[in-house]
């Protein structure tokens, strides 16, 4: 078992994972860390394991949206239309993270 080091919000920390899969730790920590940073953006300190757990509601409402669209609907953009999107989906995202930071 290998352990690497990842940076979350600017902290250090020790993650065990298979032996070969420390690049993968490392990518995911990168995203994870990205969402930790945005939603620490837009409701400031509320300490590590709130924002830790507001990120991560945020990546699990992701996934659960990306699961519950059929793949044959999803139909390539073209690049025009992706920068459109991309600010669309952060848009939805702020949505959700004001909806998730009145409820705390």
């Not at 070969?20 to 300490?47: I, P, Y």
């Not at 757990?53 to 609907?73: G, I, K, N, R, Y």
């Amino acid at each position: 078992m290998a352990t690497v080091t990842v940076d979350i919000n600017g902290r250090p920390y020790a993650v065990g994972c298979a032996d070969g899969q420390e690049e993968r730790v490392k990518t995911l920590a990168r995203h994870f860390d990205r969402n930790v940073r945005s939603v620490a953006n837009d409701v400031g300190h509320v300490g590590d394991l709130r924002l830790f757990l507001m990120a991560a509601l945020v990546l699990a409402d992701e996934l659960h949206e990306a699961t519950q669209t059929p793949a044959a609907s999803v139909q390539p953009l073209p690049e025009a239309d992706a920068e459109a999107g991309v600010a669309e989906a952060l848009n939805a995202v702020a949505a959700r993270l004001e909806k998730l930071a009145q409820s705390l």
